[in-house]
């Protein structure tokens, strides 16, 4: 049991299905057009991340050659979330950022990530060189901006217990960013439910840099989203009743604090080996 700021969050499996939830398998922007408007009160995902994973599934996400093709499909499939939303509905987008290949081809096997290893690499975007940072968390968040989301929030996901990068040249990253956004300019906020302990014994508004650990996932040999950080951002934005929409859903992380909330949830996820370890963690 997970406490934030007085909210209980069961974390470990709950056997009981809320009525409502769904796992749906297949391509999020196809399901996603299936779903009805104004639907679901918060959306809280993490996308395949841009040349950093391959999923061997084709058409996935992520393995675009150029990132700015990976933008635009991510546009597209969060327009529709968009749409899913109710009026007063947000956005919580969990995106790391990357690296330029440097004119490789492939990565080899990480001894620290076995998940690193890749059989293809995309080349150096337009305009960059090797070695730079692309960037892609802001192009993106640019992106739905301009596409006509309200940006609200860049929120620094520190990971305390992140693992160490092979690079000698500059710092290890330890961060990835969480961008909450907004269908329309008001929106449900539990602003009270979200309220820290401060020194003196009162409460302050949340910050913007959370630290959290990630959570190491045997079943798909990676970290994964941290129940801890779901539950910050559902207890801010999803009331009792509302619907959790995750388009990317991957291992369930966002199911099973849904779940344990007492929260009816949609979950979308490609990859069917990855639904089949969300349904076992959700004991379905």
Known sequence: MDLFNGMAVEVAPVRRRIKGSR???????????DLDRASAQTCITSPPYWGLRDYGIPGQIGAEPR?????????????????????????????GDSYTSGGRAWRATDN??????MEYRAPTPDGLKPKDLIGVPWKLAFALQAD??????????NKPNGLPESVKDRPSRMHEYVFLLSKNERYYYNYEDTREPALNGSKKAMRSVWSINTEPLREAHFAAFPTKLV???????????????????????????????QRPFVGIELNGDYVAIARKRLCW
């Not at 006509?148 to 996901?157: E, F, K, N, P, T």
């Not at 009331?239 to 959790?244: Q, R, T, Y």
């Open 23 to 33: 796992i749906l398998t297949g391509d999020a922007l196809s399901l996603l057009r």
């Open 67 to 95: 990132v700015n093709d990976y933008i635009t499909h991510l546009v597209a499939v969060f327009g529709e979330v968009r749409r899913v939303l109710r009026d007063d509905g947000t956005l919580w987008l969990n995106i």
């Open 112 to 117: 620290k990530n076995a998940a690193r290893a």
């Open 148 to 157: 006509g989301w309200y940006l609200r929030s860049d929120i620094i996901w």
């Open 231 to 261: 539950a910050r951002c559902m207890t801010a934005s999803c009331p009792e009743g509302g619907v959790v929409l995750d388009p990317f859903f991957g291992a369930g992380t966002v199911g099973l604090v849904a779940q344990g909330m």
